[in-house]
């Protein structure tokens, strides 16, 4: 069964630091994605990491993957107050349609 | 893009009724949807997997007689909770894969209330 898992699940920052949230995963997968969730709403998509190595930049946020430590990282940088929401990662189990939700993390940028 | 609407975004109904929440793909047909529970602070947990024209699959641990599921067409897809309790209350989302290399796309909920 796959099991997904972030850290750390709560970040609170002060702006313009560096940070990286984890999410490891227990099993093969052939996708890995990456959300935002903003308070009583729903999730926005931010990446899709479809390959070893993949790492693909948006603006203050960067997103890799390492298949063989079935691992993958988002990374801020210089952080803003806007980025304060909750990210979540979702890993695709191999060869259906599922993706199985990591804990999240809930990050505030301090002023 | 692909947009993925929901209804109602909110509601409130009493114990013992029944309520059904739309999932309609707009501009793409969606063969697959997913919907998902989120209670607050926590996770999204996947409860089942709507396929058209067949039988929805339902995760371990999802009662199948109190969330029916029906996807009827390529766009739609519905989720009735039926005879609500207070602890069905909760944020439903739905989600499905438009086919644009983006990732899925997710309806913008449902906060359903049984009081």
């Known amino acids: 069964e796959l099991k997904v898992e972030q850290n750390p699940l709560f970040l609170s920052m002060q702006e313009g630091k560096n940070y990286t949230i984890y999410c490891n995963y227990s099993t093969t997968s052939d996708r890995l994605y990456w959300y935002r969730q903003d308070p009583g709403k729903s999730l926005e998509s931010l990446f899709v990491l479809l390959s070893n190595g993949a790492v693909k930049q948006e603006g203050r946020l960067m997103a890799s993957l390492d298949t063989k430590a079935r691992l993958s990282t988002l990374h801020i940088t210089a952080a803003v107050h806007d980025l304060s929401a909750t990210y979540f990662c979702?890993?695709?189990?191999?060869?259906?349609?599922?993706?199985?939700f990591g804990t999240g993390t809930r990050l505030k940028v301090l002023a | 893009g692909a947009v993925v609407s929901q209804h109602p975004s909110w509601v409130i109904c009493k114990s013992g009724t029944s309520v059904k929440i739309e999932c309609r793909s707009l501009d793409f047909q969606a063969t697959t949807m997913f919907w998902y529970r989120q209670f607050p602070k926590q996770s999204l947990m996947l409860m089942a997997t709507s396929n058209e024209g067949s039988k929805a699959t339902y995760e371990q641990g999802v009662e199948k007689d109190k969330f029916l599921i029906n996807h009827a067409s390529l766009t739609l897809s519905t989720l009735t909770v039926t005879s609500a309790h207070p602890e069905d209350s909760s944020f439903y989302i739905c989600?499905?894969?438009?086919?644009?290399?983006?990732?899925?796309?997710f309806g913008s909920g449902t906060r359903l209330t049984v009081v």
């Open positions: 979702a890993v695709g189990t191999s060869g259906t349609y599922k993706y199985i």
């Open positions: 989600s499905a894969e438009p086919g644009t290399g983006a990732g899925y796309t």
